[in-house]
């Protein structure tokens, strides 16, 4: 590169007549000098001498603008190259670090026709996310803007994030969550304003500026738009894809006062849109500041709880009926969090499915159950629910096998317990795996049967050895409905060689029901609550 | 994979606003515009159109599907886009048209129409059948669908 640095210190860029156009910007992206070249190929009026790019064109061409802020916010490469289509001529830009303050740029016009790509021939179809700015560019955008003389517009943010991106990631790999990546940037790209600018956050969040636009009708109109947009299907490596994005607004003067909240507010209001109104928007409002930082904290605290060993199991036992003895223990997650009580399963175990930490935490509750179990009697059970998240890293068989190797319980006294939703979504795959695990000598209870879509299709499907009628029919058992249920099934079970279980039973008269029509096994208060380790020998014996 | 040879069957809503006269403009646009850009990336197919709803057939190599759909999914002059087929095909049936269309006044359009005959529970093989049939039945009789074809 010497002889970019000789031309740095020799040149007089405005007297260099070529077709190439040449610039020299500083570290900020101010332009210190340019030849004239480079202001006929980007329009740019002739007194540009320490302004930037965006100040010079910034709405009027969005596409420039993100392309040279791209250019010159490129990491510390010596040189890098960077090719887009404005106006149908393809310009590919060269920049060349001369020192840390000042950056070289060549840029050149080359004829459409060279290019026979459809890229370059339709200029609306773009390369995807790596056209896009990032979010470090986006701050500078809005640190630069000034209020317009007439003051009926404003700038208005809209942080987009698709709705378990990292699902289809771990599904369908990772290629799959490119492509859809591309896609999406590409179909913002066509709704958008030309003075709009699109802009990757991480991985699966994008956000638009709007700048001159009048608020709120506009970033509200193109919410929807865009939420609507992103829930078409999308074709995908041979197949159709689905997913849908929550989106929140903030808009300077309206809802937030200064240009610095702009982007922390807008992303405030996604997350209230990720969790209250998925697939829509939200707007940002004060009080999301507050209910936000509670779920935040629940997330860290829970990303910490197995670290600060918080999480504790405790044991419900089960028991057969006809001559009441414990068969068998589900094991039940607890979290108790000093200072803040017992935490329900029913909220953080959704949100652990949400962040993946249900990965390490349901491994620690099979090594645990299992050695736990390993202590007591060679007869008794052991009961462990698996969530289907468990089942998207496909290793779950491995995780099984360690536990038991490392507690050295035998194969045969562990359950595993899962439930109708894992096998609505992926069956073949789940059957794969559970099959698998059976040949471990492991077993597989259908948990909560009633509840949701209930198929005789997965009772066939499957050997289970267990299945379970969730507690709300035993608590409606004065209800005709829930009874029928409850004979249905056990009647089903015995058919087809399926012990059955119900869970939830707290008088003696449900007891005696069930005995009567043929269930063999019961869970719930009638015998025990949920108890401690320590409790179970007293239980047993 | 990305150059082998697909089919793409999708239904969706009409969104045109207006009069006829107005859609059949509309319609006559995406048809001009449909056939000079699959005529660039080969891609042959049919489109249909029955007042409520647009059926389309698309075939071609899975990367040109691919963007074509993606262009016509952003198409703010239709909705509610189900994809009813999405699959690899051994031959083309289309491949004489780049966009042959069926109008609302044609017979297959009325077929699909049809007194209890709701066109979200038509299959994708079945509309795929029908725009083939009608398509060549129309070239047979010579019709003038054909030169909008
Ligand atoms: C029902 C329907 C079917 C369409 N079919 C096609 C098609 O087969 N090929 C095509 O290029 N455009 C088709 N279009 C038009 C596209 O949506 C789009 O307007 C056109 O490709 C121009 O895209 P551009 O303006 O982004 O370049 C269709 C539009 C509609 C509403």
Redesign the interface.
Known sequence: MTTARDINTAMDLPAIDSSCGLALIDHAGKMISVNPAFLKLFALPPDVQNKTFAELTGAMNPVATHFLLQAIDGEHGIVSKRTIVIDNKTLTAHIIELNQAQRLMMVESLPASLFPT?EI?HP??TPGTASLINRSMLSKHIANWKPDRSGTVTPAMLMIGLDRFKRINETLGHDSGDQLLK?TA??LL??IRSDDIVAHFAGDQFAILQINQNQPVAATTMAERIA??LK?????????VNISASIGLAILYQDTESTTDLIKHAELALYDAKHNARGGYRRYEQSLQQSASEQHELEVNLRRALFLQEFTLFYQPQVRMHDKKIVGFEALIRWEKLGAGIISPLRFIPLAEDTREIHEIGQWVLQTACREAATWPENIQIAVNVSPVQFESNNLKQIVQAALAASGLAPQRLELEITEGLLIKNMANALDQLKEILTMGVSVALDDFGTGYSSLNYLSSFPFSKIKIDQSFVHRMHTDKSRTLIKAVIALGSALGIKTLAEGVETEEQFDYLARNGCEEIQGYLISKPVPAEQIPALIS | MTQDLYRLIYLSRNTIPGSNENIHQEIEQILAVSRQRNAASHITGALMFNRECFAQVLEGAHDDIQETFERIQCDPRHADVVVLDFKPVQTRRFSQWSMGYIGYDSLASKEFTASGFDVKQLSGERIYDLLHAHLYAAEKAGSSLVKIA
């Open positions: 459809p021939n609306a179809r896609f590409q179909r066509r709704v609507e947009l078409r299907p999308f074709l995908v490596n041979g197949q159709q």
